[in-house]
């Protein structure tokens, strides 16, 4: 809710203005350049989405427009629409959803509402097909569940931290080999390099992110092609594949 006189004069009259200004910033974040649309959320609150009509949202937005503070049912109902507002508007913008799928940081973060398992039935709903959608940091510790919703065709997982800082890469190692025996073409590479103090830059966690993943992709495939279960050949396609085709193709 707006907290002062000019946010209140500037609000949207009702949803359908708000949801209509939602929809003129995707596209002007498109035109400038964006290549995806991310959701932290799980950093916030459960990744458990219901599904509510528009006119019962219709009344909370106006109620609460020019002030006063909803209660928590109220505000996950308008989370919820603005939330499938987004995934249909980038479906339509072929834009990738990128959605936080890990634990987190910090003593208040849910695990268990940020399980993959949770999104189910969103990735699964017919409305969304056109919408990419990328589960950053690839569902990790969830990673076994996620590589399985990652088999419907508009799902992809990235590896994003997995590989640099929330596993070494001998563990990374048997959850990319888990992945590549599974579905190999819906793993991209990701580094999420940032800066975490005045020791160790982006440029740090960068180095970490590629290092341990060509360790970790080239010890998954080795025991692979050593089983028996790829060739060589094959083995170099789920890498190129893995650390540049999947993303290229998928972020045009």
Same mark, same amino acid.
């Given at each position: 809710a707006?907290?002062s006189?000019?946010?209140a004069a500037?609000?949207?009259?009702?949803? #359908?203005?708000?949801?209509?200004?939602?929809?003129?910033?995707?596209? /002007?974040?498109?035109?400038?350049?964006a290549?995806?649309a991310?959701?932290?959320?799980?950093?916030f609150?459960?990744?458990?989405?219901?599904?509510?009509?528009?006119e019962t949202? #219709?009344?909370? =937005? @106006?109620?609460?427009?020019?002030?006063?503070?909803?209660s928590?049912?109220?505000?996950? #109902?308008?989370?919820?629409?603005?939330? &499938?507002?987004?995934l249909?508007?980038c !479906? &339509?913008?072929?834009?990738?959803?990128?959605? $936080?799928?890990s634990?987190? @940081?910090?003593?208040?973060?849910?695990t268990? !509402?940020?399980?993959?398992?949770?999104?189910?039935?969103?990735?699964?709903?017919?409305?969304y097909? +056109?919408? +990419?959608?990328?589960?950053?940091?690839?569902?990790? +510790?969830?990673?076994?569940?996620?590589?399985?919703?990652?088999?419907?065709?508009?799902?992809?997982l990235?590896?994003?931290?997995? !590989?640099?800082?929330?596993?070494?890469?001998?563990?990374?190692? /048997?959850?990319?080999?888990?992945?590549?025996?599974?579905q +190999?073409?819906?793993?991209?590479?990701?580094? /999420?390099?940032?800066p975490?103090d005045?020791?160790?830059?982006?440029?740090? *966690? =960068?180095?970490?992110g590629? $290092? !341990?993943?060509?360790i @970790?992709?080239?010890?998954? *495939?080795?025991?692979?092609?050593?089983?028996?279960?790829?060739?060589? @050949?094959?083995?170099?396609?789920i890498?190129h594949? =893995?650390?540049?085709?999947?993303?290229?193709?998928?972020y &045009?």
């Amino acid at each position: 809710a707006p907290n002062s006189t000019i946010e209140a004069a500037i609000s949207p009259a009702d949803l #359908a203005g708000y949801l209509s200004f939602v929809t003129r910033v995707l596209e /002007d974040h498109q035109r400038r350049g964006a290549i995806a649309a991310k959701f932290e959320i799980a950093y916030f609150r459960s990744l458990v989405f219901d599904d509510p009509p528009r006119e019962t949202v #219709a009344p909370i =937005y @106006a109620r609460y427009r020019d002030g006063g503070v909803p209660s928590g049912a109220e505000y996950k #109902a308008f989370q919820d629409l603005i939330f &499938r507002h987004v995934l249909t508007e980038c !479906g &339509r913008l072929h834009l990738p959803v990128h959605i $936080h799928s890990s634990t987190g @940081a910090g003593d208040y973060f849910s695990t268990a !509402g940020v399980s993959v398992l949770n999104l189910e039935p969103v990735l699964r709903d017919p409305r969304y097909l +056109p919408t +990419p959608f990328v589960l950053i940091h690839g569902g990790f +510790p969830f990673d076994e569940a996620a590589i399985f919703i990652a088999m419907r065709k508009n799902v992809w997982l990235d590896s994003s931290a997995t !590989g640099s800082f929330l596993m070494y890469p001998n563990q990374f190692k /048997d959850v990319l080999k888990r992945w590549f025996e599974i579905q +190999p073409s819906k793993v991209t590479y990701g580094s /999420d390099a940032f800066p975490i103090d005045e020791h160790a830059g982006t440029e740090e *966690l =960068y180095w970490f992110g590629v $290092h !341990g993943a060509r360790i @970790a992709t080239a010890a998954a *495939l080795a025991e692979m092609v050593a089983a028996r279960e790829i060739t060589e @050949a094959q083995a170099m396609t789920i890498a190129h594949g =893995y650390l540049h085709d999947h993303a290229a193709a998928l972020y &045009r």
